[in-house]
């Protein structure tokens, strides 16, 4: 038995990795996949994946998405044949060593909503339920573009990158760090697009898209404080939504957080219908072995 530890993964290992996951998928009716796309963790040099094999076959598999330098998600699936025999503890383990040594305080479990054996599994470890996120495909045929546009929506270059940054912490309250490293990593990404939401030459918003696979995924949407309750978040999800149906990418999706009611009743009104509920359990990376 060998565990493997990655900061980006093969072609070979995200195939093995794909199978695991469809197995676990159809044996517990879930339908989430695996985050595989270490470009926007905080820290580019942490091992975020790790794999657990019994004879050559991958048997359990962890991956840790690690968005800014506070907390680590945590995803795991192991083949059901094989559960119950402490390979996710130990996987678990290997992880929280890795962000021991990076000093990321901080675990978020995530778990499908109707996963029993996931829930069973996190209450072990005494994690506290902090939140539901949900994410939600477009619906084409509910969907109609605005007549009119107030904002131009314009993809982020190199020139605009500090500009860029001061918006993105405006927006999200980031700091200066988090933030640089997001844009930076879109920047160097071949499937991430970061845009800028333009009113009369002032950056009032921003986003980022996920073009890799058949899925556009739209993320990090908003609009600066002083702006809010205009409208512009409207216009600026339309005009992504405008922006990928023109290029022929009609499968759509966006995340929200369950308590942002704003967001989530614009969204349902534009067109996207929730697809799957995320559970988010919360634990220190100190106390949770």
Do not use: W
């Not at 070979?12 to 197995?23: F, H, N, T």
């Not at 968005?67 to 680590?72: D, I």
């Not at 512009?232 to 759509?252: A, C, N, P, W």
């Amino acid at each position: 038995m060998t565990i493997d530890a990655y900061r980006s993964l093969s072609d070979k290992a995200k195939e093995e990795i794909l199978d695991l996951e469809s197995s676990c998928i159809e044996h517990d009716n879930l339908r989430g996949s695996f985050f595989l796309d270490p470009s926007l963790n905080f820290e580019p040099q942490i091992n975020s994946f790790f794999l657990y094999y019994q004879k050559g076959q991958l048997i359990s598999m962890l991956s840790m998405f690690i968005p800014t330098k506070h907390e680590a998600e945590i995803t795991a699936y192991t083949l059901p044949a094989c559960r119950g025999k402490g390979y996710f503890k130990s996987l678990l383990g290997k992880a929280v060593e890795e962000l021991t040594k990076f000093d990321i305080p901080e675990l978020l479990f995530v778990c499908e909503s109707n996963s029993t054996l996931g829930k069973q599994v996190i209450k072990a470890l005494k994690a506290d339920y902090k939140h539901t996120e949900y994410f939600m495909r477009l619906d084409k045929s509910r969907y109609s573009c605005l007549k009119s546009y107030r904002l131009k929506l314009l993809k982020a270059e190199q020139k605009d990158f500090e500009r860029a940054i001061t918006a993105n912490m405006s927006v999200f309250g980031d700091s200066y760090e988090e933030s640089k490293s997001l844009i930076k990593n879109c920047f160097e990404s071949d499937t991430r697009v970061h845009y800028l939401a333009v009113l009369n030459e002032e950056i009032i918003g921003v986003a980022s898209a996920n073009l890799e696979g058949e899925d556009v995924s739209i993320f990090g949407l908003g609009v600066v404080p002083d702006y809010h309750g205009k409208g512009y978040g409207k216009e600026l999800l339309h005009l992504m939504v405008d922006r990928f149906l023109k290029r022929g990418r009609s499968e759509i999706t966006i995340e929200v957080h369950s308590e942002n009611e704003s967001a989530l009743a614009l969204y349902k009104t534009t067109g996207f219908r929730i697809e799957v509920a995320y559970e988010y359990y919360g634990a220190k990376v100190n106390q949770v072995l």
